[in-house]
């Protein structure tokens, strides 16, 4: 009683319990109070965070055959195949969800009361509001906090890797066996995912200019990671809502929970995606994201951009006859004929009539050839 007298004389008080300095102080044989590249297991389960596994996303997928892809289609399967790169999830993502602006190389502040950590987040984005009802504002469009972030698996594997120093260091061995300890049991669960949602739920009120945030409220946010190679790589989309009585927390870590029934932990969802094929990517990140990024789920509105599509069936042919190329240049020039026919209205006895005259147009010569395909198609040059 006399030693907490004297400390209170001091202006030292004991932290409420419940308190995150409560929580230190019981944990004092484990370094708890760590910058959060070294959080471990021990965070999340100190923190109350859950995860919860979701069933994956395989669907929607294209049921027909094989299509050629288009410039745009190209460009985002050789970016898929380098997703690690954050420009190449920076650049799928503004395609796919143009509303969102992306930030690469961001570090983030992560506060605990006075205290002020760096959380590093190689891809981030905003949503812009555009806050003039004119069409063409005169006011820049005012920026909402992030909503979504990224980071590789590699990347977060980089965190416990140990540093690569000559064998005979005598400190080799003591760095692997802590580096040992920030291997997360389960890669999907890595706390690290923790700290960067903190973190954007704390950059939606804490401003520069200001030396206190404004009043809390419950955030939704979301963190997409990547991992696996070829058929089986994967995005893996992540969701929670930061209550405000976490940050609260981490505001006055001193303070105890308002009650003992209050929820003050994170509870966090994650959903595996599947990446291939490209076709229908869209729709499957679609139906993990939130609506705020999205369009509806249920709406297939991104194929057309990533094939060349094939013709529609045309009237005076045989589903048995379908147009396809060959290595053949008259064979082609025969194909060009009856899509010409066919494109004029033409009849089946008009193809019958004029493909029964290819072959001998085709041996007289390039100049009669060229006059017999205009005088076979003439009404569409009228």
């Known amino acids: ?34 910058p959060p590249s070294k959080w471990t297991d021990l965070h999340s389960r100190l923190l109350g965070v859950d995860f919860i596994k979701l069933p994956a996303i395989v669907k929607p997928v294209p049921s027909c055959g094989r299509l050629n892809p288009s410039t745009e289609g190209k460009k985002l399967t050789k970016h898929l195949n380098t997703l690690a790169s954050p420009h190449a999830i920076k650049h799928i993502i503004s395609t796919f969800f143009p509303s969102l602006r992306p930030e690469t190389g ?58 690569s120093k000559p064998k005979d260091d005598p400190l080799a061995r003591l760095r692997r066996l802590r580096s040992k300890l920030l291997v997360p049991a389960d890669t999907d669960r890595d706390p690290y995912i923790v700290a960067i949602l903190l973190a954007m739920a704390q950059a939606h009120f804490y401003r520069p200019a200001s030396c206190t945030p404004g009043p809390f409220s419950n955030t939704a946010l979301q963190v997409i990671t990547y991992d696996g190679e070829g058929e089986l790589a994967r995005f893996v989309v992540y969701t929670a809502v930061v209550r405000a009585t976490l940050l609260d927390r981490f505001l006055m870590p001193r303070r105890g929970p308002a009650s003992q029934d209050s929820s003050t932990g994170m509870e966090i969802s994650y959903t595996p995606v599947r990446v291939w094929p490209l076709l229908g990517l869209k729709e499957r990140l679609t139906k993990a994201l939130d609506p705020r990024i999205t369009s509806h789920p249920d709406h297939i509105g991104f194929w057309d951009p990533l094939v060349d599509s094939p013709p529609p069936p045309m009237s005076g042919f045989s589903s048995r006859q379908p147009l396809s190329c060959s290595d053949s240049p008259q064979q082609d020039a025969g194909v060009l004929v009856r899509l010409l026919l066919a494109l004029n209205d033409a009849t089946p006895s008009d193809v019958q009539r004029a493909m029964a005259e290819f072959p001998h147009k085709c041996l007289s010569g390039p100049p009669a050839f060229v006059q017999w395909i205009v005088s076979c198609t003439r009404t569409l040059f009228i």
């Open 1 to 34: 009683q006399e030693i907490q007298t004297g400390l209170h004389r001091m202006g030292i008080t004991r932290p409420e319990p419940g308190s995150l300095y409560d929580i230190i102080r019981h944990h004092a044989r484990y370094p708890v109070y760590l």
């Open 106 to 163: 961001n570090k983030l502040n992560l506060y605990f009361g006075q205290q002020v950590g760096a959380v590093d987040i190689p891809c981030l984005w905003k949503i812009y509001r555009d806050t003039s009802s004119d069409p063409v504002p005169a006011l820049p469009c005012e920026e909402d906090g992030p909503v979504l972030a990224f980071v590789g698996k590699s990347q977060l594997a980089q965190r416990y890797a140990a540093a």
